[in-house]
Antibody, heavy 121, light 107 residues
Framework: EVQLLESGGGFVQPGGSLRVSCAVS????????MSWVRQAPGKGLEWVAG????????YYVDSVKGRFTISRDNSKNTLYLQVNSLRGEDTAVYYC??????????????WGQGTVVTVSS | SYGLTQPASVSVSPGQTARITCSGD??????VYWYQQRPGQAPVLVIY???ERPSGIPERFSGSSSGTTVTLTISGVQAEDEADYYC??????????FGGGTKLTVL
């Protein structure tokens, strides 16, 4: 069974850091680009960061460039998002999502259940 | 501009047809994908490449495209279809861009 399981969310103060992870199973991890998509409370979906299947290419939405880093370990079947310099507007459910292709830009065919990141003093 | 525009809400009675549109300048050149998100759940892909249906998605879900507007059509709407629906595409500045979402209410 194909599964994406996020972890690492939590409560953090403004300016703080966190690393969220997504452990995958049931498919060949390196054959798919992966992304993090977030959803602020009561708001819509926002793509945050993406990485190619090989890990050689990464992409970010402008609002997180320089603060967030996406990475993957294909030997451990795990996707990561290091989030630094957190702001209140980063408060959201962070979903891990699988792209149908090994390069970014297609459909997200599998989603995790999400991990909650709350930024507040 | 690269934004994707969706109506905020659509309401239909059970058994009727719901149509949700998504408009954007880039859509004449890029595929569109549609996701269903029920309350408290993760999104689910219901249409890809404008009109293709993933396995397991009911036949009542269909997609169409005309110029810079794409449409998700749900025929014979059922109570379980009540959810938020998001379109997604890509453009020159972003590999993934979501529309603002449409809340489908089944009356």
């Amino acid at each position: 069974e194909v599964q994406l399981l996020e972890s690492g969310g939590g409560f953090v103060q403004p300016g703080g850091s966190l690393r969220v992870s997504c452990a995958v199973s049931g498919f060949t991890f390196s054959s798919h680009a992966m992304s993090w998509v977030r959803q602020a409370p009561g708001k819509g979906l926002e793509w945050v960061a993406g990485i190619s299947g090989s890990g050689s290419s990464t992409y970010y939405v402008d609002s997180v460039k320089g603060r967030f880093t996406i990475s993957r370990d294909n030997s451990k079947n795990t996707l990561y998002l290091q989030v630094n310099s957190l702001r209140g507007e980063d408060t959201a459910v962070y979903y891990c999502a699988r792209d149908k292709l090994p390069v970014v830009g297609d459909a997200f065919d599998i989603w995790g259940q999400g991990t909650v990141v709350t930024v507040s003093s | 501009s690269y934004g994707l525009t969706q109506p905020a809400s659509v309401s239909v009675s059970p058994g009727q047809t719901a149509r949700i549109t998504c408009s954007g300048d880039a859509l004449s050149k890029q595929y569109v994908y549609w996701y269903q998100q029920r309350p408290g759940q993760a999104p689910v892909l219901v249409i890809y490449k404008d009109r293709e249906r993933p396995s397991g998605i009911p036949e009542r879900f269909s997609g169409s495209s005309s110029g810079t507007t794409v449409t998700l059509t749900i025929s014979g709407v059922q109570a379980e279809d009540e959810a938020d629906y998001y379109c997604q595409s890509s453009d020159n500045s972003s590999p993934y861009r979501f529309g603002g979402g449409t809340k489908l209410t089944v009356l």
